[in-house]
């Protein structure tokens, strides 16, 4: 049995049977730090505390938040969305508390805020991490009074909600700086969940592929897709940067553009090509090629060299550190071994 078909059939079972599901309110994996992750969300659904979601961008903090709402107490209530880095912080204010006529140019009549809309239920803010300082003042009496005014009012508005946050910075770094209020952070985190990046929880990459190629396969109404060996050998040796947002885009992409049912490594985007898996490195032999020790290792080191480069945007100091050698000696190979920073990487070898 295929390990697509496999993963198929455990997607396809009652979860709810076993202790460790691989389906959870819409996320997706069988991994220790996602098991703990779904654990976590059974157990604070139950109650009103304020939790915060981190990780990366991409890693499914929003879906986590859904999660939390439509497993509590509150999911007949509204759940409100918020991304707080995607408004203006002029704007932010106005959208999160509402305002009244004539507040500001343009404000020709009064305007409900999130935060009423959320009444009775849940709102979530995304990148809270975004938001200034000023405004954050505002935000924390809101969350612990559950009272506000609106912009350009006086009328003090209670609301009954739920708050929950997620941010892909590292607040307590922001705090250190003075872009992120502490007294803040302690009310948003009372209950903290992190998320992990999909490069720390590659064993979920097979049960993800299968998830989305089936969902896809619903939707476009035809076959399931599978991939084939080296083709998922290439999807486990991947480091995911976009997380599990670019994998399910990824998996559109192949389920569109792929004219057959087994996708093969060729069908993978060029990103995903250039990997170098261990079975690759060993299947390269320099003997089979004509080539002498010397040239053979001139070679592997220009490899090396250059893959240190790009991975450290071409800063020598931070390459040489990478490579554990002095910056002169780097400098020195980089002119003998005559790299230059337009020349691609050498295919099928890596060491990093």
Known sequence: MSLGVMQRELLSEDTCRGETPLSFMGLVGQSAPMQRVFKTIGKVAATDSSVLITGESGTGKELIARAIHHMSSRKNGPLVVINCGAIPGELLESELFGHE??????????????????????????????????????????????????????????????????????????????????????????????????????????????????????????????????????????????????????????????????????????????IRTPERVLALNPLHNGMGFAEAVDLYQKTLIIEALNRCGWVKAKAAALLKMNRTTLVEKIKKLQIVREEPLPTDLDFF
């Not at 909600?161 to 992120?180: E, K, Q, Y």
């Open 101 to 274: 006529k004539g507040a500001f140019t343009g404000a020709h009549r009064s305007r409900m805020g999130r935060f009423e809309m959320a009444h009775g239920g849940t709102i979530f803010l995304d990148e809270i991490g975004d938001m200034s300082p000023g405004l954050q003042v505002k935000l924390l009496r809101a969350i612990q009074e559950q009272t506000f005014e609106r912009v350009g009012g006086t009328q003090s508005i209670h609301v009954d909600m739920r708050v929950l946050s997620a941010t892909h910075r590292d607040l307590v770094s922001a705090i250190g700086t003075g872009d992120f209020r502490e007294d803040l952070y302690y009310r948003l985190n009372v209950i903290p969940i992190k998320v992990p990046p999909l490069r720390e929880r590659k064993e979920d990459i097979p049960l993800l592929c299968s998830y989305f190629l089936d969902r896809l396969a619903a939707r476009f109404d035809e076959e399931t897709k599978t991939f084939s060996p080296a083709a998922q050998d290439l999807l486990l040796a991947y480091e995911w940067p976009g997380n599990i947002r670019e994998l399910e885009n990824m998996m559109e992409r192949m389920a569109v553009m792929s004219e057959f049912s087994l996708i093969g490594e060729e069908d993978l985007p060029e990103s995903v090509r250039g």
